[in-house]
Protein backbone atom coordinates (compact mmCIF):
# COMPACT_ATOMS: atom_id res chain seq x y z
CA UNK A 1 0.00 0.00 0.00
CA UNK A 2 1.37 3.86 -0.88
CA UNK A 3 0.34 6.33 1.48
CA UNK A 4 1.11 9.65 -0.34
CA UNK A 5 -1.22 12.12 1.19
CA UNK A 6 -0.51 13.70 4.74
CA UNK A 7 -3.73 14.20 6.72
CA UNK A 8 -5.11 14.80 9.90
CA UNK A 9 -5.71 11.03 11.07
CA UNK A 10 -9.14 12.89 13.21
CA UNK A 11 -10.16 14.70 9.95
CA UNK A 12 -9.90 11.46 7.87
CA UNK A 13 -11.84 9.66 10.74
CA UNK A 14 -14.31 12.06 11.00
CA UNK A 15 -15.18 11.93 6.79
CA UNK A 16 -15.34 7.78 7.29
CA UNK A 17 -18.00 8.05 10.05
CA UNK A 18 -19.44 11.39 8.25
CA UNK A 19 -20.24 8.57 5.88
CA UNK A 20 -21.20 5.65 7.45
CA UNK A 21 -24.00 8.26 9.65
CA UNK A 22 -25.13 9.41 5.92
CA UNK A 23 -25.67 5.86 4.81
CA UNK A 24 -26.97 3.78 7.68
CA UNK A 25 -28.84 6.97 9.04
CA UNK A 26 -30.02 9.57 5.87
CA UNK A 27 -32.22 11.60 7.82
CA UNK A 28 -28.99 12.51 10.46
CA UNK A 29 -26.55 12.76 7.80
CA UNK A 30 -25.98 16.51 9.07
CA UNK A 31 -24.90 15.86 11.96
CA UNK A 32 -21.27 16.90 13.41
CA UNK A 33 -19.10 13.90 14.21
CA UNK A 34 -17.32 13.55 17.27
CA UNK A 35 -14.08 11.66 17.06
CA UNK A 36 -11.69 11.07 20.26
CA UNK A 37 -8.62 10.06 20.22
CA UNK A 38 -8.30 7.07 23.20
CA UNK A 39 -5.89 8.07 26.17
CA UNK A 40 -5.88 5.08 27.62
CA UNK A 41 -2.72 2.95 28.74
CA UNK A 42 -4.47 0.32 27.29
CA UNK A 43 -4.70 -1.06 23.96
CA UNK A 44 -8.68 -2.75 24.29
CA UNK A 45 -10.32 0.95 23.60
CA UNK A 46 -8.37 1.12 20.18
CA UNK A 47 -6.94 4.60 18.92
CA UNK A 48 -9.32 6.62 18.47
CA UNK A 49 -13.22 6.00 19.05
CA UNK A 50 -16.56 7.69 17.31
CA UNK A 51 -18.95 8.56 19.97
CA UNK A 52 -21.97 9.44 17.86
CA UNK A 53 -24.42 6.38 18.47
CA UNK A 54 -25.40 8.01 22.24
CA UNK A 55 -27.05 11.30 20.39
CA UNK A 56 -27.61 9.13 17.52
CA UNK A 57 -30.16 7.27 20.03
CA UNK A 58 -31.23 9.91 21.76
CA UNK A 59 -32.05 11.82 18.79
CA UNK A 60 -34.23 8.69 17.21
CA UNK A 61 -35.82 8.51 20.75
CA UNK A 62 -37.29 12.25 20.13
CA UNK A 63 -38.80 10.73 16.63
CA UNK A 64 -40.36 7.97 18.22
CA UNK A 65 -37.95 5.33 17.19
CA UNK A 66 -36.27 2.97 19.95
CA UNK A 67 -32.84 1.76 19.12
CA UNK A 68 -29.96 1.54 21.47
CA UNK A 69 -26.38 2.82 21.34
CA UNK A 70 -24.86 -0.84 20.71
CA UNK A 71 -26.95 -1.56 17.92
CA UNK A 72 -26.40 1.93 16.22
CA UNK A 73 -22.75 1.66 17.38
CA UNK A 74 -22.80 -1.91 14.89
CA UNK A 75 -24.94 0.10 12.17
CA UNK A 76 -22.30 2.39 11.56
CA UNK A 77 -19.62 0.27 11.99
CA UNK A 78 -21.26 -2.04 9.14
CA UNK A 79 -21.48 0.92 6.70
CA UNK A 80 -18.36 2.64 7.36
CA UNK A 81 -16.18 2.61 3.76
CA UNK A 82 -12.63 1.08 3.62
CA UNK A 83 -10.04 3.20 4.71
CA UNK A 84 -5.90 2.77 4.55
CA UNK A 85 -5.35 3.95 8.35
CA UNK A 86 -8.30 1.44 9.89
CA UNK A 87 -6.85 -1.41 10.57
CA UNK A 88 -10.10 -2.80 12.06
CA UNK A 89 -13.33 -1.34 14.32
CA UNK A 90 -15.22 -2.82 17.08
CA UNK A 91 -18.30 -1.79 19.32
CA UNK A 92 -17.56 -1.48 22.86
CA UNK A 93 -18.95 -0.15 26.06
CA UNK A 94 -22.33 1.76 25.68
CA UNK A 95 -21.61 2.24 22.23
CA UNK A 96 -18.28 3.41 20.94
CA UNK A 97 -17.07 2.20 18.01
CA UNK A 98 -13.30 1.94 18.73
CA UNK A 99 -10.73 2.32 15.85
CA UNK A 100 -7.59 0.58 15.88
CA UNK A 101 -5.06 2.26 13.30
CA UNK A 102 -3.19 -0.01 11.01
CA UNK A 103 0.62 -0.49 11.17
CA UNK A 104 0.83 -0.67 8.07
CA UNK A 105 -0.36 2.46 7.15
CA UNK A 106 2.13 4.11 10.46
CA UNK A 107 5.52 2.56 8.79
CA UNK A 108 4.32 4.58 5.43
CA UNK A 109 3.66 7.20 7.16
CA UNK A 110 7.07 7.62 8.70
CA UNK A 111 9.19 6.50 5.84
CA UNK A 112 7.25 9.21 3.96
CA UNK A 113 8.57 11.46 6.81
CA UNK A 114 12.03 10.60 5.70
CA UNK A 115 12.05 10.85 2.12
CA UNK A 116 10.10 13.65 1.78
CA UNK A 117 10.32 15.93 5.20
CA UNK A 118 6.76 16.66 6.74
CA UNK A 119 3.65 17.68 4.76
CA UNK A 120 1.43 19.77 5.96
CA UNK A 121 -2.51 18.56 6.20
CA UNK A 122 -4.73 20.27 3.57
CA UNK A 123 -6.44 22.99 4.88
CA UNK A 124 -8.30 25.55 3.11
CA UNK A 125 -6.15 28.56 2.32
CA UNK A 126 -7.07 31.87 3.91
CA UNK A 127 -5.46 35.47 3.07
CA UNK A 128 -4.79 36.39 6.85
CA UNK A 129 -2.75 39.24 8.46
CA UNK A 130 -1.11 38.89 12.17
CA UNK A 131 -0.75 42.19 13.66
CA UNK A 132 1.59 41.57 16.20
CA UNK A 133 4.27 42.94 18.87
CA UNK A 134 3.03 46.63 18.19
CA UNK A 135 5.22 48.54 20.73
CA UNK A 136 5.20 52.20 20.56
CA UNK A 137 7.81 54.45 19.61
CA UNK A 138 9.82 56.16 22.24
CA UNK A 139 8.68 54.56 24.75
CA UNK A 140 9.49 50.94 26.56
CA UNK A 141 9.02 48.11 24.65
CA UNK A 142 7.57 45.86 27.22
CA UNK A 143 7.37 42.18 28.65
CA UNK A 144 3.50 42.49 27.49
CA UNK A 145 4.92 43.10 23.69
CA UNK A 146 7.20 40.38 24.29
CA UNK A 147 4.23 38.41 24.53
CA UNK A 148 3.02 39.10 21.55
CA UNK A 149 6.19 38.81 19.57
CA UNK A 150 6.64 35.30 20.49
CA UNK A 151 3.22 34.32 20.17
CA UNK A 152 2.63 36.39 16.99
CA UNK A 153 5.46 35.19 15.30
CA UNK A 154 4.49 31.20 16.36
CA UNK A 155 1.08 31.88 15.18
CA UNK A 156 2.49 32.86 11.89
CA UNK A 157 4.81 29.94 11.41
CA UNK A 158 2.04 27.70 12.27
CA UNK A 159 -0.05 29.21 9.44
CA UNK A 160 2.56 29.48 7.17
CA UNK A 161 3.50 26.07 7.53
CA UNK A 162 -0.20 25.33 7.29
CA UNK A 163 -0.27 26.85 3.51
CA UNK A 164 -2.02 29.79 4.69
CA UNK A 165 -0.56 33.48 3.04
CA UNK A 166 0.22 35.25 5.92
CA UNK A 167 1.01 38.75 6.11
CA UNK A 168 2.93 39.83 8.90
CA UNK A 169 2.63 43.57 10.60
CA UNK A 170 3.84 45.25 12.98
CA UNK A 171 1.08 47.78 14.23
CA UNK A 172 4.20 50.41 15.70
CA UNK A 173 2.65 53.07 17.65
CA UNK A 174 4.14 55.88 15.41
CA UNK A 175 1.65 58.66 14.97
CA UNK A 176 -0.11 60.54 17.54
CA UNK A 177 -0.07 63.57 19.46
CA UNK A 178 3.43 62.74 21.55
CA UNK A 179 4.89 63.54 18.41
CA UNK A 180 4.32 67.25 18.98
CA UNK A 181 6.47 68.15 22.10
CA UNK A 182 9.30 65.22 20.82
CA UNK A 183 10.12 67.67 17.90
CA UNK A 184 9.64 70.31 19.47
CA UNK A 185 11.93 69.04 22.06
CA UNK A 186 14.48 67.66 19.08
CA UNK A 187 14.37 71.92 17.84
CA UNK A 188 15.87 72.46 20.82
CA UNK A 189 18.02 70.07 22.05
CA UNK A 190 19.65 69.58 18.37
CA UNK A 191 18.80 72.49 16.44
CA UNK A 192 21.16 71.76 13.76
CA UNK A 193 19.04 67.92 13.47
CA UNK A 194 18.69 68.66 9.87
CA UNK A 195 22.14 68.33 8.90
CA UNK A 196 23.66 65.83 11.30
CA UNK A 197 21.76 62.93 12.89
CA UNK A 198 21.08 64.25 16.57
CA UNK A 199 22.81 61.59 19.20
CA UNK A 200 19.44 60.40 20.95
CA UNK A 201 20.62 57.27 23.03
CA UNK A 202 18.04 57.00 25.14
CA UNK A 203 14.75 57.93 23.83
CA UNK A 204 12.73 57.31 26.94
CA UNK A 205 14.59 60.04 28.72
CA UNK A 206 14.00 62.36 25.71
CA UNK A 207 10.62 61.82 26.42
CA UNK A 208 10.16 62.21 30.10
CA UNK A 209 12.11 65.52 29.19
CA UNK A 210 9.69 66.61 26.98
CA UNK A 211 6.45 65.39 28.55
CA UNK A 212 8.05 67.53 31.18
CA UNK A 213 8.53 70.90 29.59
CA UNK A 214 5.27 70.06 28.02
CA UNK A 215 3.24 69.94 31.36
CA UNK A 216 4.89 73.40 32.82
CA UNK A 217 6.04 75.32 29.76
CA UNK A 218 2.96 77.49 28.14
CA UNK A 219 5.34 78.38 25.05
CA UNK A 220 6.70 74.96 24.35
CA UNK A 221 2.96 73.47 25.04
CA UNK A 222 1.76 75.92 22.22
CA UNK A 223 5.04 74.70 19.87
CA UNK A 224 4.28 71.05 20.26
CA UNK A 225 0.65 71.53 19.37
CA UNK A 226 1.72 73.51 16.16
CA UNK A 227 4.30 70.27 15.19
CA UNK A 228 1.62 67.82 15.73
CA UNK A 229 -0.36 69.92 12.97
CA UNK A 230 2.84 70.72 10.55
CA UNK A 231 3.66 66.54 10.90
CA UNK A 232 -0.13 65.79 9.97
CA UNK A 233 -0.10 68.06 7.09
CA UNK A 234 3.26 66.30 6.01
CA UNK A 235 5.98 69.59 6.37
CA UNK A 236 9.16 68.33 5.47
CA UNK A 237 10.77 69.66 8.34
CA UNK A 238 8.95 67.93 11.07
CA UNK A 239 8.27 64.99 8.61
CA UNK A 240 12.15 64.86 9.10
CA UNK A 241 12.03 65.18 12.89
CA UNK A 242 9.44 62.20 13.47
CA UNK A 243 11.83 60.15 11.08
CA UNK A 244 14.74 60.54 13.14
CA UNK A 245 13.01 60.33 16.52
CA UNK A 246 11.68 57.29 14.76
CA UNK A 247 15.06 55.65 13.80
CA UNK A 248 16.13 55.33 17.37
CA UNK A 249 12.92 53.58 18.50
CA UNK A 250 13.33 51.53 15.42
CA UNK A 251 17.07 50.25 15.92
CA UNK A 252 15.85 49.30 19.39
CA UNK A 253 13.66 47.00 18.75
CA UNK A 254 15.49 45.79 15.89
CA UNK A 255 17.88 44.63 17.53
CA UNK A 256 15.56 42.58 20.03
CA UNK A 257 13.78 40.87 16.92
CA UNK A 258 16.99 39.84 15.01
CA UNK A 259 18.32 38.18 18.59
CA UNK A 260 14.57 36.86 18.96
CA UNK A 261 14.50 35.81 14.69
CA UNK A 262 11.20 37.00 14.23
CA UNK A 263 10.13 39.05 10.87
CA UNK A 264 7.77 41.34 10.58
CA UNK A 265 6.80 44.24 8.17
CA UNK A 266 6.47 47.45 9.85
CA UNK A 267 3.36 49.40 9.26
CA UNK A 268 2.75 51.35 11.89
CA UNK A 269 -0.23 53.62 13.03
CA UNK A 270 1.41 56.82 10.67
CA UNK A 271 0.40 54.29 7.65
CA UNK A 272 -2.79 55.14 8.02
CA UNK A 273 -3.17 59.10 8.17
CA UNK A 274 -4.83 59.23 4.84
CA UNK A 275 -7.32 56.35 5.62
CA UNK A 276 -8.00 57.74 8.91
CA UNK A 277 -9.25 60.82 6.85
CA UNK A 278 -11.45 58.66 4.23
CA UNK A 279 -12.79 56.58 7.07
CA UNK A 280 -14.18 59.51 8.84
CA UNK A 281 -15.91 60.68 6.16
CA UNK A 282 -17.29 57.18 5.25
CA UNK A 283 -18.55 57.07 8.36
CA UNK A 284 -20.13 60.62 8.24
CA UNK A 285 -21.91 59.62 5.03
CA UNK A 286 -23.43 56.29 6.13
CA UNK A 287 -24.27 58.64 9.26
CA UNK A 288 -22.21 56.98 12.15
CA UNK A 289 -21.32 59.15 13.60
CA UNK A 290 -22.74 61.18 16.35
CA UNK A 291 -21.48 64.89 18.01
CA UNK A 292 -20.98 64.56 21.88
CA UNK A 293 -19.24 67.18 23.98
CA UNK A 294 -16.84 68.63 20.45
CA UNK A 295 -16.10 64.85 19.69
CA UNK A 296 -17.18 62.92 16.74
CA UNK A 297 -17.60 59.30 18.32
CA UNK A 298 -19.47 56.19 17.01
CA UNK A 299 -21.95 53.41 18.74
CA UNK A 300 -21.06 49.94 18.33
CA UNK A 301 -24.35 48.72 17.83
CA UNK A 302 -27.55 50.39 16.27
CA UNK A 303 -28.85 50.22 19.72
CA UNK A 304 -26.52 52.58 21.48
CA UNK A 305 -25.51 50.00 23.72
CA UNK A 306 -21.73 49.44 24.55
CA UNK A 307 -19.21 51.75 24.54
CA UNK A 308 -18.90 54.15 21.32
CA UNK A 309 -15.32 54.81 19.42
CA UNK A 310 -14.18 58.13 19.86
CA UNK A 311 -13.60 58.84 16.03
CA UNK A 312 -12.43 62.66 15.93
CA UNK A 313 -11.50 64.07 19.05
CA UNK A 314 -12.76 67.97 19.67
CA UNK A 315 -9.23 69.36 18.98
CA UNK A 316 -9.95 67.47 15.50
CA UNK A 317 -7.26 65.41 15.68
CA UNK A 318 -7.95 61.48 15.69
CA UNK A 319 -7.12 58.51 18.00
CA UNK A 320 -6.50 54.68 18.78
CA UNK A 321 -9.57 53.95 17.70
CA UNK A 322 -9.67 55.59 14.90
CA UNK A 323 -6.73 54.29 13.20
CA UNK A 324 -7.73 50.66 13.94
CA UNK A 325 -10.61 51.70 12.01
CA UNK A 326 -9.03 52.80 9.00
CA UNK A 327 -6.72 49.79 10.03
CA UNK A 328 -9.40 47.16 9.60
CA UNK A 329 -10.63 48.67 6.71
CA UNK A 330 -7.70 48.43 5.20
CA UNK A 331 -6.82 45.02 5.63
CA UNK A 332 -10.51 43.62 4.38
CA UNK A 333 -10.90 46.20 1.55
CA UNK A 334 -7.24 46.90 0.29
CA UNK A 335 -5.67 43.82 1.08
CA UNK A 336 -8.03 41.37 0.79
CA UNK A 337 -7.82 39.34 4.06
CA UNK A 338 -10.45 37.29 5.40
CA UNK A 339 -8.99 36.56 8.80
CA UNK A 340 -7.63 39.27 10.39
CA UNK A 341 -5.48 38.46 13.84
CA UNK A 342 -4.75 41.09 16.60
CA UNK A 343 -2.27 39.39 18.95
CA UNK A 344 -2.67 42.28 22.12
CA UNK A 345 -3.12 41.93 25.87
CA UNK A 346 -6.26 41.28 27.27
CA UNK A 347 -6.60 44.61 28.50
CA UNK A 348 -7.49 45.59 25.11
CA UNK A 349 -10.08 43.01 24.88
CA UNK A 350 -12.97 45.76 24.82
CA UNK A 351 -11.07 47.88 22.60
CA UNK A 352 -11.27 45.13 19.82
CA UNK A 353 -14.79 44.02 20.67
CA UNK A 354 -15.83 47.73 19.89
CA UNK A 355 -13.72 48.23 16.93
CA UNK A 356 -15.19 44.97 15.67
CA UNK A 357 -18.91 45.46 16.27
CA UNK A 358 -18.37 48.88 14.75
CA UNK A 359 -16.52 47.53 11.82
CA UNK A 360 -20.02 44.74 11.15
CA UNK A 361 -22.03 47.91 12.01
CA UNK A 362 -20.59 50.10 8.97
CA UNK A 363 -20.47 46.76 6.74
CA UNK A 364 -16.96 46.84 6.81
CA UNK A 365 -17.00 43.79 7.96
CA UNK A 366 -18.99 40.83 6.95
CA UNK A 367 -19.25 38.12 9.52
CA UNK A 368 -19.67 35.27 7.48
CA UNK A 369 -17.00 36.20 5.11
CA UNK A 370 -14.25 37.31 7.66
CA UNK A 371 -13.06 35.88 10.71
CA UNK A 372 -11.69 38.41 13.24
CA UNK A 373 -9.44 37.34 15.92
CA UNK A 374 -8.29 39.07 19.24
CA UNK A 375 -5.84 36.76 20.11
CA UNK A 376 -5.09 38.05 23.56
CA UNK A 377 -2.84 36.98 26.88
CA UNK A 378 -2.63 37.70 30.51
CA UNK A 379 -0.02 40.11 32.13
CA UNK A 380 3.60 38.92 32.76
CA UNK A 381 4.07 38.03 36.56
CA UNK A 382 7.28 38.57 38.78
CA UNK A 383 7.75 35.20 40.94
CA UNK A 384 6.45 37.57 43.79
CA UNK A 385 3.04 37.02 41.69
CA UNK A 386 3.42 40.76 40.99
CA UNK A 387 3.63 42.37 37.79
CA UNK A 388 6.41 41.93 36.64
CA UNK A 389 9.40 44.80 37.23
CA UNK A 390 12.84 45.16 38.03
CA UNK A 391 14.17 45.46 41.78
CA UNK A 392 14.01 49.31 41.86
CA UNK A 393 10.42 49.04 40.62
CA UNK A 394 10.96 49.98 36.75
CA UNK A 395 9.41 48.49 33.74
CA UNK A 396 12.08 45.21 32.49
CA UNK A 397 14.24 46.54 29.72
CA UNK A 398 14.17 43.56 26.93
CA UNK A 399 17.59 43.82 26.10
CA UNK A 400 18.40 43.08 29.42
CA UNK A 401 15.86 40.44 29.99
CA UNK A 402 17.81 38.60 27.21
CA UNK A 403 21.19 39.32 28.40
CA UNK A 404 20.00 37.84 31.60
CA UNK A 405 18.54 34.71 29.73
CA UNK A 406 22.40 34.30 27.83
CA UNK A 407 24.46 35.10 31.40
CA UNK A 408 22.10 32.22 33.25
CA UNK A 409 22.04 29.86 29.86
CA UNK A 410 25.83 29.83 30.25
CA UNK A 411 26.28 29.30 33.77
CA UNK A 412 24.33 26.26 33.07
CA UNK A 413 26.12 24.80 30.56
CA UNK A 414 29.09 24.66 32.45
CA UNK A 415 27.85 23.26 35.49
CA UNK A 416 27.60 20.44 33.84
CA UNK A 417 30.78 20.96 31.75
CA UNK A 418 29.66 21.77 28.52
CA UNK A 419 32.27 24.02 27.89
CA UNK A 420 34.92 21.60 27.81
CA UNK A 421 33.19 18.98 25.33
CA UNK A 422 31.76 21.49 23.28
CA UNK A 423 33.58 24.10 20.44
CA UNK A 424 33.80 27.88 21.26
CA UNK A 425 30.97 27.82 18.65
CA UNK A 426 28.78 25.09 19.19
CA UNK A 427 29.05 26.23 22.70
CA UNK A 428 27.52 29.32 21.78
CA UNK A 429 24.73 27.79 19.84
CA UNK A 430 23.87 26.03 22.71
CA UNK A 431 23.84 28.77 24.84
CA UNK A 432 21.77 31.05 22.69
CA UNK A 433 19.53 27.66 22.05
CA UNK A 434 18.89 27.47 25.76
CA UNK A 435 18.04 31.32 26.30
CA UNK A 436 16.10 32.46 23.93
CA UNK A 437 14.69 28.88 23.69
CA UNK A 438 13.40 28.83 27.35
CA UNK A 439 12.17 32.11 27.73
CA UNK A 440 10.14 31.73 23.90
CA UNK A 441 8.76 28.25 25.19
CA UNK A 442 8.03 29.25 28.62
CA UNK A 443 5.47 31.76 27.32
CA UNK A 444 3.93 29.67 24.58
CA UNK A 445 3.58 26.31 26.93
CA UNK A 446 0.71 27.95 28.78
CA UNK A 447 -2.76 28.65 28.16
CA UNK A 448 -2.11 32.48 26.73
CA UNK A 449 -5.48 34.13 28.57
CA UNK A 450 -3.86 33.28 32.18
CA UNK A 451 -1.41 35.33 33.67
CA UNK A 452 2.36 33.80 33.70
CA UNK A 453 5.24 34.12 35.87
CA UNK A 454 8.31 34.21 34.22
CA UNK A 455 10.69 32.67 36.38
CA UNK A 456 14.93 31.71 34.82
CA UNK A 457 14.79 28.86 37.08
CA UNK A 458 11.81 27.20 36.46
CA UNK A 459 12.04 27.56 32.86
CA UNK A 460 15.53 26.02 32.80
CA UNK A 461 14.54 23.49 34.76
CA UNK A 462 15.58 20.25 32.95
CA UNK A 463 12.87 18.10 33.77
CA UNK A 464 9.31 18.68 32.81
CA UNK A 465 7.51 20.18 30.01
CA UNK A 466 10.12 23.02 29.68
CA UNK A 467 12.85 24.26 26.40
CA UNK A 468 15.81 22.43 28.07
CA UNK A 469 14.36 19.35 28.45
CA UNK A 470 13.16 19.12 24.47
CA UNK A 471 16.46 20.56 23.65
CA UNK A 472 18.20 17.70 25.60
CA UNK A 473 16.03 14.91 24.51
CA UNK A 474 16.42 16.16 20.74
CA UNK A 475 20.34 16.03 20.86
CA UNK A 476 20.15 12.55 22.58
CA UNK A 477 18.30 11.38 19.19
CA UNK A 478 20.65 13.31 17.09
CA UNK A 479 23.93 11.64 18.86
CA UNK A 480 22.25 8.10 18.12
CA UNK A 481 22.64 8.84 14.14
CA UNK A 482 26.29 10.33 15.12
CA UNK A 483 27.30 6.74 16.80
CA UNK A 484 26.71 5.46 13.23
CA UNK A 485 27.96 7.75 11.30
CA UNK A 486 28.38 6.80 7.54
CA UNK A 487 26.74 3.73 7.75
CA UNK A 488 23.33 6.56 9.31
CA UNK A 489 23.59 8.35 5.25
CA UNK A 490 23.60 4.38 3.70
CA UNK A 491 20.17 4.00 6.33
CA UNK A 492 18.37 6.77 4.70
CA UNK A 493 19.50 6.15 0.95
CA UNK A 494 17.98 2.57 1.57
CA UNK A 495 15.03 3.45 3.12
CA UNK A 496 12.92 1.82 0.56
CA UNK A 497 14.89 -1.62 1.45
CA UNK A 498 14.47 -1.39 5.40
CA UNK A 499 11.28 -2.33 7.38
CA UNK A 500 9.62 -0.48 9.89
CA UNK A 501 8.73 -2.66 12.23
CA UNK A 502 6.01 -1.87 14.99
CA UNK A 503 5.58 -4.43 17.18
CA UNK A 504 7.19 -3.81 20.03
CA UNK A 505 4.80 -1.72 22.13
CA UNK A 506 6.85 0.72 22.93
CA UNK A 507 7.33 1.30 19.13
CA UNK A 508 4.16 1.00 18.71
CA UNK A 509 3.06 4.09 21.15
CA UNK A 510 5.81 6.20 19.55
CA UNK A 511 4.96 5.66 15.96
CA UNK A 512 1.30 6.48 17.08
CA UNK A 513 2.21 9.70 18.56
CA UNK A 514 4.54 11.08 15.99
CA UNK A 515 1.11 10.70 13.65
CA UNK A 516 -0.92 12.88 15.77
CA UNK A 517 1.05 15.99 14.89
CA UNK A 518 -1.25 16.67 12.34
CA UNK A 519 -4.39 16.51 14.93
CA UNK A 520 -2.10 19.01 17.05
CA UNK A 521 -1.78 21.48 13.85
CA UNK A 522 -5.30 21.70 13.51
CA UNK A 523 -6.41 22.03 16.30
CA UNK A 524 -3.41 24.68 17.37
CA UNK A 525 -4.95 26.62 13.91
CA UNK A 526 -8.86 27.04 15.26
CA UNK A 527 -8.52 29.12 18.23
CA UNK A 528 -4.49 29.67 18.18
CA UNK A 529 -3.59 28.03 20.87
CA UNK A 530 0.00 27.23 21.05
CA UNK A 531 0.29 25.24 24.35
CA UNK A 532 -1.30 22.21 22.68
CA UNK A 533 1.78 21.59 20.78
CA UNK A 534 3.89 22.32 23.27
CA UNK A 535 2.60 19.90 25.39
CA UNK A 536 2.66 17.27 22.12
CA UNK A 537 6.77 18.15 21.97
CA UNK A 538 6.48 17.25 25.78
CA UNK A 539 4.58 14.03 25.01
CA UNK A 540 6.75 12.85 21.85
CA UNK A 541 9.96 13.45 24.06
CA UNK A 542 8.58 11.25 26.99
CA UNK A 543 7.33 8.75 24.59
CA UNK A 544 10.32 8.42 23.05
CA UNK A 545 12.04 8.11 25.99
CA UNK A 546 10.04 5.07 26.77
CA UNK A 547 10.82 3.99 23.50
CA UNK A 548 14.53 4.30 24.20
CA UNK A 549 14.60 2.84 27.32
CA UNK A 550 13.10 -0.31 26.75
CA UNK A 551 14.21 -0.65 22.55
CA UNK A 552 17.68 -0.79 21.89
CA UNK A 553 18.54 0.88 18.23
CA UNK A 554 22.42 0.04 18.54
CA UNK A 555 24.20 -3.13 20.89
CA UNK A 556 27.47 -1.98 21.85
CA UNK A 557 30.11 -4.39 23.25
CA UNK A 558 32.58 -3.92 26.52
CA UNK A 559 35.19 -1.82 24.57
CA UNK A 560 32.17 0.42 22.83
CA UNK A 561 32.08 -1.03 19.50
CA UNK A 562 29.19 -1.34 17.87
CA UNK A 563 28.11 -5.11 17.17
CA UNK A 564 24.29 -4.61 16.31
CA UNK A 565 21.84 -2.21 14.78
CA UNK A 566 18.58 -2.27 14.49
CA UNK A 567 17.84 0.23 11.13
CA UNK A 568 14.26 -0.10 11.79
CA UNK A 569 14.11 1.61 15.22
CA UNK A 570 16.80 3.77 13.96
CA UNK A 571 14.93 5.16 11.18
CA UNK A 572 12.09 5.78 13.95
CA UNK A 573 14.65 8.05 15.69
CA UNK A 574 15.29 9.82 12.77
CA UNK A 575 11.39 10.46 11.91
CA UNK A 576 11.00 11.53 16.19
CA UNK A 577 13.43 13.91 14.84
CA UNK A 578 12.02 15.37 11.89
CA UNK A 579 8.75 16.18 13.94
CA UNK A 580 10.30 17.99 16.58
CA UNK A 581 12.52 19.67 14.03
CA UNK A 582 9.35 20.74 12.56
CA UNK A 583 7.49 21.50 16.06
CA UNK A 584 10.60 23.47 17.38
CA UNK A 585 10.34 25.35 14.30
CA UNK A 586 7.05 26.52 15.01
CA UNK A 587 7.59 27.62 18.84
CA UNK A 588 10.97 29.45 17.53
CA UNK A 589 13.21 26.88 19.34
CA UNK A 590 16.60 26.14 17.69
CA UNK A 591 17.72 22.89 17.34
CA UNK A 592 21.29 22.08 18.20
CA UNK A 593 22.81 18.41 17.71
CA UNK A 594 25.11 19.41 20.89
CA UNK A 595 24.03 20.51 23.87
N1 LIG B 1 0.69 49.84 20.15
C1 LIG B 1 -0.33 49.18 20.91
C2 LIG B 1 0.10 49.02 22.36
O1 LIG B 1 1.28 49.05 22.64
C3 LIG B 1 -0.69 47.83 20.35
C4 LIG B 1 -1.28 47.88 18.96
C5 LIG B 1 -2.00 46.61 18.63
N2 LIG B 1 -2.59 46.60 17.32
C6 LIG B 1 -3.66 47.30 16.95
N3 LIG B 1 -4.09 47.19 15.72
N4 LIG B 1 -4.30 48.06 17.79
O2 LIG B 1 -0.71 48.84 23.22
Redesign the pocket.
Known amino acids: MEVTESFSITEHLENVFARAISLAFPEYGNIPVIIAPVNSASAKYGDYQCNNAMGLAKKMKEMGVNRTPRDIANELQKCCPLSPIINKLEVGGAGFVNVYLSKDYAAQSLKNILRHGIKPPRVLKRRVLV ?2 S ?3 IA ?1 QM ?1 V ?2 LR ?1 TIIGESVCRLLEFLQHDVIR ?1 N ?3 DWGTQFGMLIAHLEDRFPDFLNKSPPIGDLQSFYKESKKRFDTEEEFKKRAYNRVVSLQSGEPNSRKAWQLICDVSRQEFQAIYDRLDVTLRERG ?1 SFYQSRMLSVVDFLRNKNMLEHDEGRQIMWPNEDRSGIPLTIVKSDGGFT ?1 DT ?2 MA ?2 RHRIEEEHCTWII ?4 S ?2 ST ?2 NT ?1 FKAAERCCILNPTAHRVHHVQFGVVLGEDGKKFKTRSGDTVKLSDLLNEGMKRSLEQLRSRGRDEILTAQELFEAQEAVAYGCIKYSDLCHNRISDYVFSFDKMLDDRGNTAVYLLYTYTRICSIARNLGDDFCYLLKVLDTVEIVLNHEKEWKLAKTLLKMHDIMIKCSKDLFLHFLCEFCYEVCTVFTEFYDSCYCIKKNKDGEIIEVNRSRVLMCEATAAVLRQCFYILGLKPVSKL
Not at 342 to 345: A, G, N, S, T
Open positions: DFSPNKHGHSIHLGEYSDAIYVVDGQHFI
